[in-house]
Nanobody, 122 residues
Framework: VQLQASGGGLVQAGGSLRLSCTAATRNFSSYSMGWFRQAPGKERELVNGISRAGGSTYSADSVKGRFTISRDNAKNTVYLQMNSLKSADTAVYYC????????????????WGQGTQVTVSS
């Protein structure tokens, strides 16, 4: 599945951004979806994941209460609403697809989109 992410940019600390990722597939609802991020010198981490139907989500402790993942299966799109952004959130953000039901598991993601840069200025 091809994934196209958008919505990154430069924002001040405390601000908000919404990332979008559209999938080129006829079977979008068969994929668990996730958002990862990678900061310079750090490993890629799973930030948020969402189940196939959208009824269950996962949030990393570092973003819990600030980031929200959602999806619209009719539009083949997954979103990441990021609020109360901090400088520590600065990273390249990637959307990813997972053909298993394990939306919370880093190791199950196997398809990746290109990244979108998010920079939070303090």
């Amino acid at each position: 599945v091809q994934l196209q992410a958008s919505g990154g940019g430069l924002v001040q600390a405390g601000g908000s951004l919404r990332l979008s990722c559209t999938a080129a597939t006829r079977n979008f609802s068969s994929y668990s979806m996730g958002w990862f991020r990678q900061a310079p010198g750090k490993e890629r981490e799973l930030v948020n994941g969402i189940s196939r139907a959208g009824g269950s989500t996962y949030s990393a402790d570092s973003v819990k209460g600030r980031f929200t993942i959602s999806r619209d299966n009719a539009k083949n799109t997954v979103y990441l609403q990021m609020n109360s952004l901090k400088s520590a959130d600065t990273a390249v953000y990637y959307c990813a697809a997972n053909s298993s039901p394990h939306y919370y598991s880093h190791g199950h993601y196997h398809q990746w989109g290109q990244g979108t840069q998010v920079t939070v200025s303090s």
